[in-house]
């Protein structure tokens, strides 16, 4: 992990003695003492922080070079800062210093002080103390003190409520409601120091203040906000800046302290920062209007007759900065900074209206307005996406009581997004966590979620290791009763989707012209209109277009050279875990037609899929599991597909190229063609299954396998055995057949080597299970229990029944077993 020269300075920092140690402390000291610090103390600093940090047990500095490090603290210089806060948090607190927050050293804060100062607190306590000393700061008028100490004291109190928010009381969110109001609202409209006129008499006198302006370099004729620009800044428009910064979380978390929820709720309530919140009911008192006012619910003003008390105050002032940044965001900005930042407070300042409205639902009438132009403005330009995502989320947290028509918001979110930004990392990051934080409102009120599902796996397709956590979570959400057969056939044509948006954006990038286009067959298919609609089909925006596509095989062949392509392995690796998530959901909400149809497309599919190395034997295993686990569920199933597992158990060549998969249909036929497990089965078609294995059984142990196929796979031929076994104890007729086969089958193994199987152990193996199917079948009604049991025999409840002489029994076999 660490180069030779690491290795040994902390070999040498962890064996240090501790006389040598008393010795560099002492120099250390001295070195603190003089007038001026140098790179032998930042080197001396450096080397303390890496003893103690080297070192498992928390070390006691010296009292007086303790003091020295704190002072440090408050050096003008930030190395010094940032040195003696790593190193006294590498020790041990002084004892007197528990709870020690005197004002004088809240007002002396900066960052790297506030830091060492909350890693400090040994309890809630003591938390609790800063808290309330830093609000006592907050308190001081700016001639009081130094006033750089507040731009650390927010993000500080930030970091307390976030982690302790019970630590603050009714009386400090009052103070700081107050506080925030004063910052955002009435922060100076003129900019910091002051401008020259210019001239040769240019001095203090001469120094005009200006204005603050907009982006676009006009004059601002408004409050001062985030985006406004200027030389230079006073200390309560930083505060501004500062405040703005923690508007969205303190509206989420200050309801808290007054409500009595706990650190649980809060926590929650942090993480859904983004989704729909349950309906309040407001009282009187909550109202930023009229009270009980009609005109409160659409006034287009925020002026009201009253006080407002300060929380309804602060929505308030944070409704008018969010609508006042909405409003500069228009602005043309003249650097590519600014525009980012115009973007980056447009995210902002919907997600704090979002907010507000939450808590206050008159709110909702007069937002919608602006946020309704906003995305009018914004939708057609997909750079502005990741805005576009919160304005998405308002719409859906408030669209309903609003009575606005949200389709426009839909399509955008579930069409352009994923499939013309399906390669935007972030933006697949922020829409997938969208939607896994409102899964259950989009469940219930926006139909195009369910069955956009087509789009939404392109962010999947193309980059499957990063998304693949949000897609465990969404998929269980996709799977309905009309989009089960569709999906299904989507997962596993995943591989072909992810290939070709690589060719969708190769088209793109490598023009026809270029020789660098030219060359992939795949790339020549994929503009060849001949072959368009299967692609289109892929790329396809909505489901309902149709299940799957006629010439799969065709797709198979054209994208045949991008089997090995990273994306496309990446992408068939996952399939396997959606394909479990898939089946495990769909259990849950088809009826038996719906499952039916599901066993038919896994047969179906089972030859055709991408030829993928190692893809086509992982989804093999995942049909063949599941396909045991349907038919255990609805033993009718086997009956219902009769036909289509007869005709796919009948065809010898499946033994060789599906062996999982013609395993476990063979051993379903015959576990469950059966009178018991369903009354329609007949004499006759248990005859014709017995036929059908029968000759498959005949035809693989008697030639040798197909030119490049391996041997069947002993399973196999025990499988072949046991359900013609099976069959034969229902059908009395049957039974000479088999027996005859079983006989013919001890003859010819008796040289000891076949064609069809090349290895001893498994001859054996088969021959000996032949054997015990033989004996089972001379006495066909203990053949039939046998092989057929009864449902209470092969869920036995005996060991449990006090009432037979069995349990005594069992337990007696069981001692002497173990004293042997």
């Not at 003249?334 to 206050?360: F, N, R």
């Not at 591989?495 to 660098?516: F, G, H, K, N």
């Not at 994208?559 to 994306?567: C, F, G, K, S």
């Not at 065809?651 to 062996?659: D, G, P, Q, R, W």
Request: aromatic share 8%; proline share 5%.
């Amino acid at each position: 992990m660490y180069s030779h020269g690491s290795e040994s300075l902390i070999k040498q920092a962890r064996e240090i003695q501790d006389s040598e140690l008393q010795k560099f402390y002492s120099r250390l000291v001295k070195l603190l003492q003089g007038k001026e610090l140098g790179y032998e103390t930042v080197d001396s600093l450096q080397r303390l922080h890496l003893i103690l940090s080297a070192n498992k047990y928390i070390r006691t500095l010296p009292p007086e070079l303790q003091k020295r490090l704190q002072s440090l603290l408050s050096s003008p210089a930030e190395p010094f800062q940032v040195l003696s806060s790593a190193v006294l948090r590498e020790t041990l607190p002084p004892a007197a210093h528990s709870g020690n927050y005197s004002q004088e050293n809240i007002v002396q804060l900066n960052g790297h002080a506030a830091a060492l100062l909350l890693s400090q607190a040994g309890s809630r306590a003591d938390v609790s103390c800063l808290c309330t000393q830093l609000l006592r700061g907050l308190e001081s008028r700016q001639s009081e003190g130094p006033t750089n100490s507040l731009s650390h004291t927010l993000p500080i109190l930030n970091t307390i409520l976030t982690h302790n928010p019970e630590c603050l009381t009714e009386d400090h969110v009052t103070l700081l409601s107050k506080k925030l109001v004063d910052w955002l609202r009435y922060a100076s409209i003129l900019q910091g120091g002051g401008a020259s006129s210019g001239g040769f008499f240019t001095g203090p006198r001469s120094r005009q203040p200006v204005p603050i302006a907009e982006l676009d370099g006009t004059v601002s004729g408004d409050f001062f906000t985030v985006l406004c620009v200027g030389q230079s800044f006073t200390e309560d428009q930083w505060m501004n800046v500062f405040s703005f910064s923690a508007l969205r979380h303190w509206l989420l978390t200050y309801h808290s302290v007054s409500n009595g929820n706990g650190t649980a709720d809060t926590a929650h309530r942090l993480q859904l920062s983004l989704s729909l919140s349950h309906s309040h009911s407001f009282s009187n008192d909550d109202r930023s209007e009229v009270d009980g006012s009609v005109v409160s619910m659409v006034s287009v003003t925020s002026s009201c007759g009253r006080l407002l008390p300060p929380k309804e105050r602060l929505r308030e002032k944070s409704f008018q900065y969010c609508q006042r940044l909405i409003e500069q965001s228009d602005r043309k900005a003249h650097k590519k900074s600014d525009a980012d930042l115009q973007k980056a407070c447009l995210v902002e300042a919907v997600c704090i209206l979002d907010c507000v409205c939450e808590e206050d639902a008159s709110l909702v009438f007069r937002a919608f307005p602006c946020i309704k132009a906003l995305f009018g403005r914004l939708s057609s330009d997909l750079s502005f996406a990741r805005v576009l995502l919160p304005i998405a989320q308002f719409y859906l947290n408030h669209g309903e009581m609003a009575a606005v028509d949200c389709g426009s918001v839909w399509a955008l979110v579930f069409g352009r997004f994923p499939s013309e930004l399906f390669n935007d990392p972030f933006l697949a990051h922020e829409l997938l966590r969208f939607l896994r934080l409102n899964l259950e409102s989009l469940q219930l009120r926006v139909p195009q979620y369910t069955h956009s599902f087509p789009n939404l796996l392109k962010f999947l397709a193309w980059d499957s290791p990063a998304v693949v956590d949000d897609f465990v979570d969404l998929l269980p959400s996709l799977v309905t009763a009309g989009t089960a057969v569709e999906l299904l056939h989507t997962l596993l044509d995943l591989p072909c989707l992810s290939a070709t948006l690589v060719l969708q954006v190769r088209s793109t990038c490598l023009p026809i012209s270029e020789q660098s286009g030219r060359g992939l067959l795949s790339l020549d298919a994929f503009r060849s209109p001949s072959f368009r609609g299967l692609f289109l089909f892929l790329l396809r925006g909505q489901a309902g277009s149709g299940d799957t596509i006629d010439r799969l095989s065709t797709l198979h062949e054209l994208l045949v050279e991008t089997a090995d392509w990273p994306r496309v392995v990446q992408c068939a690796q996952i399939v396997p875990v959606l394909l479990h998530i898939f089946f495990n959901t769909v259990i849950t909400v088809a009826d038996e037609k719906l499952l039916a149809h599901l066993i038919l497309v896994m047969l179906e599919r089972s030859s055709l899929l991408l030829n993928i190395p190692k893809y086509n034997k992982e989804i093999h295993r995942v049909f063949s599991s599941h396909l045991l686990r349907l038919c255990k569920l609805h033993p009718s199933l086997v009956m219902d597909q009769s036909h289509e597992l007869l005709e796919f158990s009948g065809a010898t060549a499946n033994v060789y190229s599906k062996e999982e998969v013609y395993t476990h249909v063979v051993w379903v036929l015959g576990e469950y063609l059966s009178v018991s497990c369903d009354s329609r089965c007949s004499v006759t078609l248990i005859t014709s299954c017995f036929e059908a294995l029968e000759a498959v059984l005949f035809e693989i142990t008697s030639s040798v396998p197909p030119p490049g196929a391996d041997c069947p796979a002993p399973r196999v031929v025990t499988t072949l055995m046991s359900a013609l076994a099976k069959l034969a104890s229902r059908s009395h007729d049957l039974i000479p057949r088999v027996s005859l086969f079983l006989s013919k089958l001890r003859t010819v193994t008796r040289d000891g080597s076949v064609a069809w199987c090349s290895d001893e152990e498994d001859l054996v193996a088969i021959v000996t299970r032949g054997e015990e199917l033989w004996s089972l079948l001379k006495a066909p009604g203990v053949a039939q229990s046998v092989l057929t049991p009864p449902a209470h025999v092969t869920t036995p409840q005996w060991h449990r029944d006090t009432n037979v002489a069995l349990p005594l029994r069992l337990r007696t076999l069981t001692n002497l077993t173990h004293s042997h």
